[in-house]
């Protein structure tokens, strides 16, 4: 008796059904949704429901992050939505610049003293 190879099914009894994992570490997560690690944990910072712990693991349950990825605006809304925040990020902005000129004279001012300090201690 000669055994013959059976036939592959048919293209109209192949299903499509595509598994997605329920769950996974963030470099899943960054595969899967095409964003970084640190916006992946300002996303869980925002929304804790949306990672697990074990250990010292962190889990991205997809679900949750499906939902918040079809909760973002539009790409209509989206140009609506910067325009509001331009002036808390010009806020932000000037915050900064300010910090960064109080850095530098508190480091000139150090300077300053530090080379007095060691003008006296100069010896003739």
């Known amino acids: 008796m000669v055994r013959k190879r059976a036939r592959p099914p048919a293209p109209a009894e192949v299903e499509t059904f595509i598994e997605l994992p329920f769950c996974g570490d963030v470099f899943a997560a960054e595969r899967r949704y095409g964003i970084s690690r640190r916006t992946l ?3 869980a910072k925002d929304h804790p429901e949306a990672v697990r712990r074990i250990g010292a693991r962190t889990l991205w349950l ?3 992050i499906d939902e918040l990825v079809m909760r973002l605006p539009t790409t209509q809304e989206a140009s609506d939505h ?4 331009l002036p808390e990020a010009k806020v932000l902005s000037d915050m900064r610049k300010r910090a960064a000129a109080a850095r530098a004279a508190r480091k000139a001012k150090n300077a300053a003293a530090d080379a007095a300090v ?3 201690f100069v010896q003739p």
């Open 41 to 43: 944990f300002r996303l």
């Open 62 to 64: 997809f679900a949750v």
């Open 82 to 85: 910067r325009r509001c925040n």
């Open 118 to 120: 060691a003008e006296l």
